[in-house]
Every structure is written in C-alpha cells, then in structure tokens.
C-alpha cells in the first residue's frame, strides 16, 4: 500500500448483501481511497456483480456511498495536491490514479435494448473524476520534467511539455465524443454532461491558456451542429467562446 500522508492505514469493510445473497466487500470505513483500493473497488465492481445485478448508484440509499467514494476527488487530491509530498512521490501517484481510472472508466457503461445508458449519472461522475485527475497528472509530469532538466528553458524540454499538453487536451476530446450518444442520455444526465464542460474545460483553458485548441473548437462546432439538448448546446456555446478568447493566439 502506498504510504501518503493523512490516509488511514487500519481497514475495515462494510459488507452489503445482495438479493442473490452474494457479498460484497468495499472500505467504507478509510477516510480517502489510495490506488490500491481501487484496484480491489474496481475488481469487486467489474467482476463480481451477477448480470442480473444492479450496480451501487446515487439513488440508492442503501449502496449509494460506494459510488460517492468511487468518484469523489478528495482521494487524489489529498496526495497530488499536498506540497509538502515530494514532486517526484506525488507523480507516481498521479500514475497509478490515472491506471485505476482507466479501468474503472467501463464499469457504467452497459445500455439497455433501446440504446439508453443504464447508469448515465454514475458514468458521467466516473469521466469527471478522471477528467480532474488528468489535469494534475500531466501538470505534476511537466513540472517533474521541469525540475529534473539541467536547463529548464530548453528547447526539448519545452517540445515535451507541449506534447504532453497536446495529449491531455486530445484526451478531452473524448468527452466530447459522447454528444455523438446524446440521445442514450436522461435529461438530468444531458445536464450533467454539460456541466463537465463548463467545469473541466474551462480548468483546462485556465491552465493552459497560450495551448493549441484549434482541434477542440472545431470538434465542439461539429457537436453543436449535432446537438439537440439545449443544456449541451449553451456549454458547447460558451467553450467556444472561451477557446476564442483565451485560446486566440493560437487559433
């Protein structure tokens, strides 16, 4: 187990009991979950659950903790945003968050006969999670590559700096991809969809307002064009405007 400052080390699991009398065991008692946790959360979840078997969701009161854990930033931000960790500890971390993720990323994605997602919320919480964890892993990896270059100001220091930033705003796209499925969506799952880009593209801009967007207004023009939900289309509205703005002198 990784040993990160603040996180609880004496584990005790709440065992939920399915109507298939199947036992399911998770650490609701850990104040934050490390990457070793999810890795355990993420087996249970992708594999230990019959077909026939509904998942943890935020409706239920009786399982719906599990997925406020599953997706509650705090368990990264702990780590990757505590300075007094070494810069070089909290990017492998970040690492090991962003493997989790990825795996953890197809757990809510099953639809129904009519092409409608069965767990939209839980999905959409599962992306934001990672769509907030990504802009600290990169920025950590960039600010490693920084610290640990004989000459900062370096011309291949700074080229990979900008791949790297290349690749985390192409990994946005992605999310953008899913207007594509806007009709597999509940209302209240195109509006949180929507909200994601309000919050998490406009993180990214902030962060990195000098950075290439071009790639990303002309897919969220494409998407706006697509788009039927009123909620999707003022967040695509506004990136645009956004990416006009502040992204402008690389447009």
């Given amino acids: 187990m990784i040993k990160v400052k603040h996180f609880l080390f004496i584990v005790s ?8 009398s199947k036992n399911h065991q998770f650490p609701l008692d ?8 999810y890795d355990k959360v993420g087996i249970e979840l992708r594999f230990n659950y019959e077909s026939d078997e509904k998942l943890p969701t935020f409706d239920n009161p009786e399982n719906k903790i ?4 599953l997706t509650d930033e705090q368990n990264y931000k702990v780590v990757l945003e505590d300075d007094e960790l070494g810069l070089k500890h909290r990017n492998e971390v970040a690492e090991k968050f962003f493997a989790e993720w ?8 099953a639809t129904d006969r009519q092409d409608k997602y069965l767990y939209d919320i839980e999905m959409l919480a599962v992306w934001h999670f990672g769509l907030g964890l990504q802009l600290r892993y990169f920025k950590l990896g960039n600010d490693l590559l920084k610290e640990s270059a004989d000459d900062p100001d370096a011309q291949q220091v700074k080229s990979s700096i ?3 930033v290349n690749i ?17 969506f509940t ?5 949180k969809f929507a909200g994601g880009i309000d919050k998490y593209f406009s993180e990214l801009i902030k962060l990195y307002p000098s950075a290439n967007y071009s790639g990303m207004k002309t897919k969220a023009e494409l998407m706006l064009k697509k788009s039927e939900s009123e909620s999707i289309k003022t967040s695509l509205e506004k990136l645009i405007a956004l990416i006009t703005f502040e992204g402008s002198p690389n447009l």
């Fill in 168 to 184: 985390l705003i192409n990994n946005y796209l992605f999310y953008l991809d899913e207007v594509n499925n806007e009709n597999a």
């Fill in 13 to 20: 699991y709440l065992i939920l009991t399915s109507c298939n």
């Fill in 30 to 37: 850990k104040r934050y979950w490390d990457p070793n946790d």
């Fill in 162 to 164: 900008n791949s790297n």
């Fill in 187 to 191: 209302e209240a799952g195109k509006v």
């Fill in 66 to 69: 599990i997925v406020e854990k």
């Fill in 102 to 109: 990825k795996d953890m990323s197809g757990i809510y994605t």
